[in-house]
């Protein structure tokens, strides 16, 4: 893949601003610990390969299926799980969300796919970050330093693609606090958790998620997020360009 990907700051998903992968050093503190979860055996084997050239991330185990990789989590406790969405049985995404709860584990889907359908069922979940197969060794790296630093990863050609739907016609009228309402639904903070980082009321925070959802042409806050990362609509703390 062409240049890195999209590195967001929040716990799923976020708004984007100019930031440098090297920024998230390897080697300060403990080692980041993985998990893989490929059906294929050979791209597990060159993933660990690539990962262990690393001495900032351990990978402390592997995983065939999905299900196998939920009792792997469980036993390991590893701070990102690297997992595939093509899985035999349990799909990635099915994967994520079983895990979702997790606050201490981080998915980062690792797909061929660069479907507008997988990634917003997948920023649906709350992963971590999307990343495709096509990514160098050094995009790998970094994101999964950035996915356990809490920062949401997009891969630059998913994001680049989704930048080529035409904007709306009221995409670029928000108002600065609709802005920050959209900031904040970026990072996949719920409308009650908007309200008290704002100090606004929950309705008026509601109502400002419809305006904002009407001026962009968008039916969901998962496209709206989408929208707002592919087209630097917000300002936050990481993007990688």
Excluded: C, W
Excluded at 32 to 55: C, F, M, N, S
Excluded at 205 to 219: A, D, P, Q, Y
Aim: proline share 6%; charged share 20%.
């Amino acid at each position: 893949m062409e240049g890195a990907a999209h590195h967001v700051e929040g716990a799923t998903a976020g708004a984007e601003a100019p930031v440098d992968p090297g920024a998230l050093p390897p080697g300060h503190g403990p080692p980041v610990r993985v998990v893989l979860i490929d059906d294929h055996a050979l791209v597990r084997e060159g993933t660990l390969q690539l990962l262990e050239q690393d001495p900032g991330v351990e990978v402390v185990g592997q995983a065939g299926s999905g299900e196998e990789g939920l009792s792997l989590v469980e036993a390991t406790r590893p701070d990102v799980v690297l997992v595939d969405i093509n899985l035999p049985g349990m799909s990635g995404l099915d994967f994520a969300r079983a895990i979702a709860g997790d606050t201490e584990v981080r998915t980062l889907i690792v797909s061929a796919y660069d479907d507008y359908a997988y990634v917003t069922e997948a920023l649906d979940v709350g992963v971590g970050g999307y990343l495709l197969k096509t990514a160098s060794g050094k995009e790998l790296l970094d994101a999964v330093r950035a996915v356990a630093g809490g920062v949401f990863v997009l891969d630059r050609a998913v994001s680049s693609r989704l930048s080529r739907r035409p904007p709306p016609p009221g995409g670029a009228a928000l108002t600065p606090r609709e802005a920050d309402v959209l900031g904040l639904l970026a990072k996949g903070l719920a409308n009650k958790h908007i309200a008290i980082e704002l100090g606004l009321g929950l309705r008026t925070v509601e109502s400002h998620v419809s305006n904002i959802l009407t001026k962009l042409g968008v039916t969901s806050r998962t496209e709206a997020a989408l929208y707002a990362l592919s087209h630097h609509l917000v300002a936050g703390d990481g993007h990688a360009g």
